[in-house]
C-alpha cells in the first residue's frame, strides 16, 4: 500500500460514503472501490461491512484507520523536515473557496504567495463557501475561505481578511415577484425567498426574519451557494439576502437581470477570512501563506 491508498482510505473511513469520497478525492467510484478491495485482498481481512444505506467499519478498518493516520502524520513530518532543508520552499498547497472569492480576495493574496514561493503548486478547488470548514476538517483542503461561522469549531483557526455585507435582491424585469417586493410596504409573507443551505448569510436571514417579524416566510428554494441563487432571482423566481460582493462580481448578463433593494435594516456584515486546522500552521507551506494574511 502506499500515501495515495491510505488517503483514499483514511477519507472514506471518515465519510463512510464513497460517493462522496471519489468526488472529494478526485476518483471514479469504480476506481475507489477497486483500491479499497486491493487493500483487502493486501490485508486479508475486509475493512468495510457495506450495505443499500450504509458502510460502517469493521474491527480491521478501525486497526488500518489508526495505522493510517499515524503513517500519514509522519509522513507531513518528514515533508516538513525535507522542506525546511530545502533552499526554497516546495509542496503543495490546497484551497477552497467560492467562484466569488476566487475573483474578490484570492488574487493579491496568491499573488505574493507565488511571487515569494513559485516552486509551491496551487491546487484550487471552488464550491460553497459554507462549505469551506468541513473542508478543512476533513483534510479535502489544506486552507479555506469563508465567513466566520457563529460558533467556530474549537481546532478551527480563523484569520479575517475583510467585512461582507449583505444586500437584498430583487428581479430587475417586471413581474408579480419584483411588483410585491417594491410596494412601500412589502407584504413580506407573501414575498418568495431563496436562501442559502446553510452558512453565515443563513443566520444573517434569520436573524432578518425575526426583525421583521416574519414568523412563517414564504421560501421557494433553498440552495447551494450564493451565484446560483442570484441567477434564481434573476430568473425571476424570488428575492434573496445576499453578500454585496457576489452581485459585485456576478456576470453582467445576470447582474442587469436584477435589482437591490432597500428593505435590509437590521442585518450587520459578517466576516470573511481564511481557516485552517490549529495543528497545521506550523507546516512549511500553510505557515508560509498564513503569514501573508497579516501583511
Known sequence: ???RDLKLFLHLAESCHFTKTAQAMHVSP???SRQI????EQLGHPLFLRDNRQVTLTDAGEQLKRYAQHTLLQYKQLKHTLNQNSPSLSGELRLFCSVTAAYSHLPPILDRFRAENPLVEIKLTTG????????????EADLGIAGKPEKLPENICFEKIGEIPLVLIAPALPGNVRHLATQEKPDWLNIPFIIPEHGPSRQRIALWFKRHRIQNPLIYATVSGHEAIVSMV???????????????NCPEPVRNRISLLDNISLVEPFELGVCGLHKRLQEPVISAFWRLLHH
Open 30 to 32: 469504480s476506481t475507489l
Open 1 to 3: 500500500m502506499d500515501i
Open 37 to 40: 478491495q486491493r487493500l483487502e
Open 234 to 248: 434573476a430568473l425571476g423566481c424570488g428575492i434573496a439576502l445576499i453578500p454585496q460582493v457576489v452581485v459585485d
Open 128 to 139: 460553497d463557501a459554507a462549505d469551506a470548514v468541513d473542508k478543512v476538517i476533513s483534510d
